[in-house]
């Protein structure tokens, strides 16, 4: 006798759906085994954890098109390290200078976040610092502006014992840029990052009004709970007072008067939390929901129009 999850019943008609049925399944039950537990299998099926976009790839929904990039002449750049006490290491970064322009120069300044298991030198994807402030948009270059990335770590730049890169970007490395000139005069000092450096952006404007004069984000990695944050990535936030205080849903309304650009994929497992951020921030922010997922293609191609909307509000 034929069972009824028996392939005999499969309709030929639906392969595609029941195979994403079967894979689903799969990354379902692999999920469950590395998280452990109904609470692990709650978050793949809402797509918190990685199974979901498995699934997206297997089936295309991840693809975007790779944008055209051009870019003038590029500037100088500097990398180096230096000792930082907040997160008592030595840490890399690198500062990017825009075309025609150089160290000494005043210039607005980006602070550009990576994301996990990133550093300093990846912290972009598909171009370096340099190409960033020398892109061209619709041949037009970019307003001047420098940019500085930095090694975060993987604590998702915010305070953990012994280590707290949200202190390090606010209290060392951008005094370290403004005694170069960067980021010295009002409104001129912006924020962006991907993924967890994404979530580090919105965190630290939010943490500190008056520091940041924009803000854009690509594919933010935000949770809204600690327990759902806690089960995809334990070392995300030090306790539960730590995700309250950093929780960046609870406290958009500090963006208040601050120009803000958000974009994810519609298929980005973080999308959900995406969506309940939007929900609350300025009714002027930006707002980019499209096809993608939590991956380089969809990063690359938001890089150009986050650098726009930066040098738009600090120049």
Not at 134 to 156: E, F, I
Not at 206 to 212: A, D, F, Q, S
Request: include cysteine; charge should be negative.
């Amino acid at each position: 006798m034929v069972g009824a999850d028996s392939p005999d019943d499969v309709d030929l008609a639906s392969a595609r759906v029941t195979r994403r049925r079967l894979l689903y399944w799969l990354a379902g039950g692999i999920g469950a085994v590395v998280v452990g537990g109904a609470a692990g299998v709650e978050l793949v099926n809402h797509g918190v954890l990685p199974g979901k976009q498995i699934l997206d790839q297997l089936d295309g929904a991840c693809s975007v098109p790779t944008p055209a990039l051009s870019f003038a002449s590029l500037g100088p750049s500097e990398s180096g390290r230096f000792f930082s006490g907040a997160r008592r290491r030595s840490v890399g970064y690198t500062i990017a200078y825009p075309p025609g322009h150089g160290p000494g120069d005043e210039l607005p300044l980006v602070v550009m976040l990576h994301g996990f298991g990133d550093n300093h030198t990846t912290a972009l994807k598909g171009m370096t610092p340099d190409q960033a402030v020398a892109l061209r948009s619709n041949g037009q270059l970019l307003a001047p502006m420098a940019l500085v990335t930095v090694d975060g770590g993987n604590g998702y730049w915010n305070p953990h014992p012994g280590d707290d890169p949200m202190a390090m970007v606010v209290d060392e490395l951008i005094p370290f840029c403004q005694r170069k000139r960067l980021g010295v005069a009002q409104n001129q000092i912006g924020m962006m990052g991907i993924s967890m450096g994404g979530y580090g952006a919105l965190a630290i404007a939010e943490g500190y009004p008056g520091l940041v004069s924009a803000v854009a984000v690509i594919s933010p990695a935000i949770w809204t709970s600690y327990s759902q944050a806690r089960a995809a990535s334990a070392g995300a936030f030090a306790s539960a007072s730590a995700f309250a205080k950093g929780d960046v849903i609870a406290h958009a309304h500090s963006l208040q008067g601050i120009p803000v650009r958000v974009a994810s994929g519609v298929d980005d497992p973080f999308h959900p939390g995406v969506e309940k951020l939007v929900g609350v921030l300025p009714a002027d922010s930006t707002v980019v929901f499209s096809a993608g997922c939590h991956t380089d293609p969809f990063f690359l191609e938001q890089e150009p129009p986050s650098l726009v909307f930066l040098s738009r509000h600090l120049t």
